[in-house]
């Protein structure tokens, strides 16, 4: 709906607009009624009514058309992903306990999201979470400290001797899923409930594709630790012995990626060009150490046993390479000392 209005001065420096009669109608606003004017980035300005109810939104997923259990699964992480309130899996006739079991187990481990109902036809679950409770940052700060708790287990276990708490890797993996399919459902909600955006951490549609992007990369890292640890559990059982020249070059090299992806979550938490240049700088020490040690490692055929692990510490610190770009961008948005945004009319 676009339509010309001009502006109307009242007093000596208030210029007003008219609201169309059949948004304010659909809207259900009447006179006194308060609205949020919010300016977004591209200088647009927002109107939000503030007395607007949240419409309740509901997913029914059949799961005889689910395509087996493994889909039901991502079908249901996918529906409070994208932030519907209730959540109802039926069958033609039956789900069967094995099913309702999944179902039931998979909506536990969504945070904010309870079981309802559930008999042999159905499962329902339904959202009790307070989108306010969670700022996003707070949800990524979060992802950081388990993400590098996980290397902290991995960077313990490189000896082949103190590998007692990598099962803790996998837990804590599922507690960072956990943590990513929250913060996707809470961007979903900033972008359709703008009222609530600015409590909820997001400046701008542009901040959150950026905070999409970066909690799949924290992700996607937690799932290479996640690699790491499988590896050396592996290798313990196999009874491999780590040679203490390997072992101390590749914690050095753990020790490098885990600085560089804390300076790298850092920087985009706090957009700063000294973090962001650290961060840049770690990661190019990190890879170029990676290249060392392989090298050596190709100069001795004892060492193929830990280019798995060397192969991966490299991938984690290219990962944070796709963060340090999306903290640039943020950096880029307004002025600062390092450059003067402008913008012409």
């Known amino acids: 709906m676009d339509e010309l209005r001009r502006l109307q001065k009242v007093g000596e420096s208030t210029l007003t607009v008219s609201i169309p009669r059949e948004y304010a109608k659909r809207m259900n606003l009447s006179r006194k009624d308060a609205v949020i004017v919010r300016e977004e980035v591209d200088g647009t300005l927002r109107l939000i009514p503030a007395t607007a109810s949240k419409e309740e939104s509901r997913a029914v997923i059949r799961a005889e058309y689910a395509g087996g259990d493994e889909m039901l699964t991502e079908l249901v992480v996918g529906c409070y992903a994208l932030g519907y309130d209730t959540i109802e899996v039926v069958g033609r006739e039956s789900l069967g306990d094995k099913v309702a079991g999944r179902v039931v187990g998979t909506v536990r481990r969504l945070r904010g999201m309870e079981v309802v109902e559930s008999d042999d036809r159905r499962v329902v679950a339904q959202s009790f979470i307070d989108p306010t409770k969670f700022p996003v940052d707070s949800l990524i700060k979060r992802l950081q400290l388990l993400v590098s708790q996980s290397l902290g287990y991995v960077m313990d276990a490189l000896d082949l001797k103190h590998t007692g708490r990598l099962n ?26 703008r009222e609530l955006a600015s409590e909820i951490g997001i400046e701008s ?44 070059s590749i914690r050095r090299l753990a020790a490098k990626a885990r600085e560089a992806f804390n300076t790298t979550v850092e920087a985009l938490l706090t957009p700063d060009i000294r973090l962001v240049g650290r961060s840049v700088a770690s990661v190019e020490e990190t890879v170029q150490l990676e290249k060392e040690i392989a090298h050596q490692m190709l100069e001795s055929e004892e060492y193929g046993y830990a280019r798995v692990l060397v192969s991966h510490f490299g991938q984690l610190a290219r990962y944070c390479n796709i963060i340090i770009e999306i903290s640039s961008h943020r950096l880029l948005r307004k002025s600062s000392r390092v450059a003067t945004v402008q913008r012409s009319a």
């Open 168 to 193: 803790e890797v996998a837990r804590v993996q599922e507690e960072v899923d956990e943590l990513y399919w929250l913060i996707l459902r809470q961007l979903l909600v900033a972008l359709n409930r």
């Open 205 to 248: 549609p542009l901040h959150a594709s950026g905070d999409r992007v970066s909690a799949k990369t924290l992700d996607e890292i937690g799932g290479i630790i996640r690699d790491l640890a499988e590896e050396l559990a592996r290798l313990r059982a196999q009874g491999t012995k780590m040679d203490p020249r390997m072992a101390t």
